[in-house]
T-cell receptor, first 114, second 114 residues
Framework: KAGVTQTPRYLIKTRGQQVTLSCSPI?????VSWYQQTPGQGLQFLFEYFSETQRNKGNFPGRFSGRQFSNSRSEMNVSTLELGDSALYLC?????????????FGPGTRLTVT | AQSVAQPEDQVNVAEGNPLTVKCTYS??????LFWYVQYPNRGLQFLLK??????LVKGSYGFEAEFNKSQTSFHLKKPSALVSDSALYFCAVRNAYGNNRLAFGKGNQVVVIP
């Protein structure tokens, strides 16, 4: 079974630009979560989607948004990029929301903002 | 709010010696606890979880963890460390209330010395 895939793997953007990251969950998984990983703040929860609905949101500004499609694929968007948005963005999928199963993580998208 | 503490930044251990990575947690209600490992430039790889039942949980690659409710701890252990176990280890917690929002510790760098 294919794992969680994320595209692109690496991205370089300039301050003020916007970016869209994509995540394809494991086949059959309906819950998708996003996390930001930085050396200073560690792993922080961004948001969770289940059945095209945002179920949970972390403490990030409104510049961070996401959505989920009917095939469970998800995208996250960051507008008006800041230098501090440079991070590894990880997507994770699981079968359902809030069940006993673990989340499976993708390889991440490394975003660099210059 | 849920949180995890991993008190040590780095754990050094000689190959063949026992490895322990410490984790304490705080969560409302019953905890779901997880350990993940991250290799350089990779996503997080699931090792094991505690949901309910036996306090000693066995996982991948010879790792195990012990859930201690009174001490709110979930320490990761391996009886005999390998050089290939050198990586970044994360403990994570969420409650059982129906969402997949994980709170992660800051991570522990494990260095296994040949």
């Amino acid at each position: 079974k294919a794992g969680v895939t994320q595209t692109p793997r690496y991205l370089i953007k300039t301050r003020g630009q916007q970016v869209t990251l994509s995540c394809s969950p494991i086949s059959g998984h309906r819950s998708v979560s996003w996390y930001q990983q930085t050396p200073g703040q560690g792993l922080q929860f961004l948001f969770e989607y289940f059945s095209e609905t945002q179920r949970n949101k972390g403490n990030f500004p409104g510049r961070f948004s996401g959505r989920q499609f009917s095939n469970s694929r998800s995208e996250m968007n960051v507008s008006t990029l800041e230098l501090g948005d440079s991070a590894l963005y990880l997507c994770a999928s699981s079968l359902e929301a809030g069940d006993r199963e673990e989340q499976y993580f993708g390889p991440g998208t490394r975003l660099t903002v210059t | 709010a849920q949180s995890v503490a991993q008190p040590e930044d780095q754990v050094n251990v000689a190959e063949g010696n026992p490895l322990t990575v410490k984790c304490t947690y705080s969560v409302s209600g019953n905890p779901y606890l997880f350990w993940y490992v991250q290799y350089p430039n990779r996503g997080l790889q699931f090792l094991l979880k505690y949901i309910t039942g036996d306090n000693l949980v066995k996982g991948s690659y010879g790792f195990e963890a012990e859930f201690n409710k009174s001490q709110t701890s979930f320490h990761l252990k391996k009886p005999s460390a390998l050089v290939s176990d050198s990586a970044l280890y994360f403990c994570a917690v969420r409650n059982a209330y129906g969402n997949n929002r994980l709170a992660f510790g800051k991570g522990n760098q494990v260095v296994v010395i040949p």
